[in-house]
Nanobody, 121 residues
C-alpha cells in the first residue's frame, strides 16, 4: 500500500503560480512512477503529467506543456507540481497518483484525496 497526501492548492488569479506537493508513505516511494491528474466539475478525470521513478523522465498533457513542471525528491518521499501561467480552465481538483504509466497517461492504483485549485479570471 502507498498512502498519498496532497497539499498546496488554493485560489490564485489568472497568470499566477502554485506549487502542489504530494507526500507518500508506505511502500518504497522510489519504486514508483508518480503523476498528477485533475478533474474539473462535470468533466472526467484527466492526466496532467508524470515522472519516472528516478526523476529523469517526464511527460505532460498538451494543455499544460510549457507551463507545468513535475519534480520529485525521493529522499523526502515527495513529488511536486509547479504550475505557472495558470488559466481559469486549470481550475480543478488535482490528484496525486502512484504507479501510473506516465508515457501513456494511464493511472496507477494509488490515489491521494485531492486538492482544489481555483484560478480566477
Amino acid at each position: 500500500q502507498v498512502q498519498l497526501v496532497e497539499s498546496g492548492g488554493g485560489l490564485v488569479q489568472a497568470g499566477g503560480s502554485l506549487r502542489l506537493s504530494c507526500a507518500a508513505s508506505g511502500r518504497t516511494f522510489s519504486n514508483y512512477a508518480m503523476g498528477w491528474f485533475r478533474q474539473a466539475p462535470g468533466k472526467e478525470r484527466e492526466f496532467v503529467g508524470g515522472i519516472s521513478w528516478s526523476g529523469s523522465r517526464t511527460n505532460y498533457a498538451d494543455s499544460v506543456k510549457g507551463r507545468f513542471t513535475i519534480s520529485r525528491d525521493n529522499a523526502k518521499n515527495t513529488v511536486y507540481l509547479q504550475m505557472n501561467s495558470l488559466k481559469p480552465e486549470d481550475t480543478a481538483v488535482y490528484y496525486c497518483n502512484a504507479g501510473l504509466d506516465y508515457g501513456l497517461g494511464y493511472a496507477g492504483k494509488y490515489w491521494g484525496q485531492g486538492t482544489q485549485v481555483t484560478v480566477s479570471s
